[in-house]
T-cell receptor
Framework: AQKVTQAQTEISVVEKEDVTLDCVYE???????LFWYKQPPSGELVFLIR??????QNEISGRYSWNFQKSTSSFNFTITASQVVDSAVYFC?????????????FGKGTKLTVNP | GAGVSQSPSNKVTEKGKDVELRCDPI?????LYWYRQRLGQGLEFLIY????????KSGLPSDRFSAERTGESVSTLTIQRTQQEDSAVYLC?????????????FGSGTRLTVV
């Protein structure tokens, strides 16, 4: 069965600090997709990134970067020079690529608070 | 529409009453999903629609929960005889079928409170 674990329930940092949010996943499939979503206090889920299981290249988008390592089944998310606006709950999710419902399995989320 | 629209945004109902939650997906998105998010928790999958059929209903927690979809548009999630444990935010998402090139787009959710 698929499972996503976000061991960090809450993280608090001071503005401009770098912060890494951990995500570990379990799946029996060789083809799958990993996602990160941001949920600000307004509640709406904001799509950040999708990565397929065959692409282990790290990705950088502005202050955001993602480190995908199949060997450790991890897909960690780093925010560089954090800002107060980064305060939100961040969810990691996993989806199988083959047939079925293509549903997302979510971790429990990490609440990030960036203090000024 | 430009995004996934859900209504109502908030719903307070008495225990035992039935409620209907509505989701209007992005035009052209054939796949539609319902999720439930309890306070402080992650998202739990409820049901998946491909067009107007539901190939995966495995997440519906009991027979009090049902959902339908009209064609490739609006979906309604119905909860009968609501219980306090049904209190949660119900989120709807849509995506383009068979293309993993797009992230699933979520609506703002319906916050259901059963009193």
């Amino acid at each position: 069965a698929q499972k996503v674990t976000q061991a960090q329930t809450e993280i608090s940092v001071v503005e401009k600090e770098d912060v890494t949010l951990d995500c570990v996943y379990e799946t029996r499939d060789t083809t799958y997709y990993l996602f990160w979503y941001k949920q600000p206090p307004s509640g709406e889920l904001v799509f950040l990134i999708r990565r397929n299981s065959f692409d282990e290249q790290n990705e950088i988008s502005g202050r955001y970067s993602w480190n995908f390592q199949k060997s450790t089944s991890s897909f960690n998310f780093t925010i560089t020079a954090s800002q107060v606006v980064d305060s939100a709950v961040y969810f990691c999710a996993l989806s199988e690529a083959r047939g079925g419902s293509e549903k997302l399995v979510f971790g429990k989320g990490t609440k990030l608070t960036v203090n000024p | 529409g430009a995004g996934v629209s859900q209504s109502p945004s908030n719903k307070v109902t008495e225990k035992g009453k039935d409620v209907e939650l509505r989701c209007d997906p992005i035009s052209g998105h054939t796949a539609l999903y319902w999720y439930r998010q309890r306070l402080g928790q992650g998202l739990e999958f409820l049901i998946y629609f491909q067009g107007n059929s539901a190939p995966d209903k495995s997440g519906l927690p009991s027979d009090r929960f049902s959902a339908e979809r009209t064609g490739e548009s609006v979906s309604t999630l119905t909860i009968q005889r609501t219980q306090q444990e049904d209190s949660a935010v119900y989120l709807c998402a849509s995506s383009r079928t068979g293309t993993k090139d797009y992230g699933y787009t979520f609506g703002s959710g319906t916050r259901l409170t059963v009193v």
